[in-house]
Every structure is written in structure tokens, then in C-alpha cells.
T-cell receptor, first 109, second 112 residues
Framework: GQSLEQPSEVTAVEGAIVQINCTYQ??????LSWYQQHDGGAPTFLSY????GLEETGRFSSFLSRSDSYGYLLLQELQMKDSASYFC??????????FGTGTLLAVQP | EAGVTQFPSHSVIEKGQTVTLRCDPI?????LYWYRRVMGKEIKFLLH????????ESGMPNNRFLAERTGGTYSTLKVQPAELEDSGVYFC??????????FGPGTRLTVL
């Protein structure tokens, strides 16, 4: 089968750094994406890793280790508006995305 | 550049009725995808169009679901007849190639 595991909830305070982990087991792998979703709205693309290593985009960074079937999303200088659900998603052979169960991030003042 | 749009935003129907969801992808995006999220579970892939051809429909649950993309522009997803377990949020996404998929706001379907 195919599965992606993420923590269900994470809580952090404003200004802090938080890391959301994702481990995957899929039959095909063409990259790991991260999406943010506010209140059940449109998932918004954050970051993509096709190769091992770290990708940095502003306050957000994402890391991938294909040998460990593992990745993470790092959010720095947390803001209240970062409170949302975060999904990792594996891109399969036909470009379909296989999503994790999502991590609900609560940022507290 | 306009994003992916979906219509309607909400639909409430009774079991056995028919509902048609519409998705307009970002202009110029040949790839169009349908996903759905049921009862707080993970977002699951339904199918993928490249222009007007179905590239992958492995995620379609059963033959009550019919997706079309005539002319390679907008797409429709029809559920006929709808069952209770079809309730959820149906998302559409589009991409230019095999790269980043941009999602629409979704259609929240409730089957009573």
C-alpha cells in the first residue's frame, strides 16, 4: 500500500521554529511537496523537493532524504497567520499527488 | 492571472439525485486533476486529464462518477446517483506540465 505519516497536531508560540515531519511509503516517488490549507480552503503550494537536501523559500524550508523516505517542513519566525493544516504529498508516476493525513499547526501568542 | 475556480462552492442534495461539479483550470494549463477529501481524512486523488484525455483515472471510486473535459478547457465531475458516502470536499487542481499543482477552493458536497 501507499502511506504518508505526519503528526496530527503541533503547537508552537509566535516567533518560534517548528518542524513538521513526514515519512512515506509509496510504490513510486517523483518528489515531495508541501501544501498549506486554511480552514478547509484551497490547499496552497509551499515547497517541493525532487532531490535530497534542503530547499529554502523565505520563512519556509523543506528537506528530503530519499534513502530514508523522510522529509520535513521547517517554519521559522512563526506568525499567527501560520496556524493552518500542513500536508506533505508524494508525486507519483502519473503526476498524481498522494497526500498525508495532515498536521494541524496551532500558533499561540 | 486567475487561479483555479470551482462551481458551486457548496451543494446539498438528497441521496439518489445527480450533481455536476465544474472546474475551470488556470489558463494554459493542460493538466487538470480532481481530488476529494472525505470526513476529515486525507485528500485523495480521483483522476488526471491531459488536455481532454484521461491520463489516469485510477482513483475514481466507482461508475457513479463521470468526469469529462471536452475541448480540453474546463472539466465537469458528475455524480449519479449520489450516495451518502459521496459527501466531502471535491478539489480541482491544474498544472502546466508535471510541476506544481495549483488547487481551487473546492466544492463542499453534502448528500442527505
Amino acid at each position: 500500500g501507499q502511506s504518508l505519516e505526519q503528526p496530527s497536531e503541533v503547537t508552537a508560540v509566535e516567533g518560534a521554529i517548528v518542524q513538521i515531519n513526514c515519512t512515506y511509503q509509496t510504490s513510486g516517488f517523483y518528489g515531495l511537496s508541501w501544501y498549506q490549507q486554511h480552514d478547509g480552503g484551497a490547499p496552497t503550494f509551499l515547497s517541493y523537493n525532487g532531490l535530497d537536501g534542503l530547499e529554502e523559500t523565505g520563512r519556509f524550508s523543506s528537506f528530503l532524504s530519499r534513502s530514508d523516505s523522510y522529509g520535513y517542513l521547517l517554519l521559522q519566525e512563526l506568525q499567527m497567520k501560520d496556524s493552518a493544516s500542513y500536508f506533505c504529498a508524494v508525486r507519483g508516476a502519473t503526476n498524481k499527488l498522494i497526500f498525508g493525513t495532515g498536521t494541524l499547526l496551532a500558533v499561540q501568542p | 492571472e486567475a487561479g483555479v475556480t470551482q462551481f458551486p462552492s457548496h451543494s446539498v442534495i438528497e441521496k439518489g439525485q445527480t450533481v455536476t461539479l465544474r472546474c475551470d483550470p488556470i489558463s494554459g494549463h493542460d493538466n487538470l486533476y480532481w481530488y476529494r477529501r472525505v470526513m476529515g481524512k486525507e485528500i485523495k486523488f480521483l483522476l488526471h486529464f491531459v488536455k481532454e484525455s484521461k491520463q489516469d483515472e485510477s482513483g475514481m471510486p466507482n461508475n457513479r462518477f463521470l468526469a469529462e473535459r471536452t475541448g480540453g478547457t474546463y472539466s465537469t465531475l458528475k455524480v449519479q446517483p449520489a450516495e451518502l458516502e459521496d459527501s466531502g470536499v471535491y478539489f480541482c487542481a491544474s498544472s502546466r506540465g508535471g510541476d506544481t499543482q495549483y488547487f481551487g477552493p473546492g466544492t463542499r458536497l453534502t448528500v442527505l
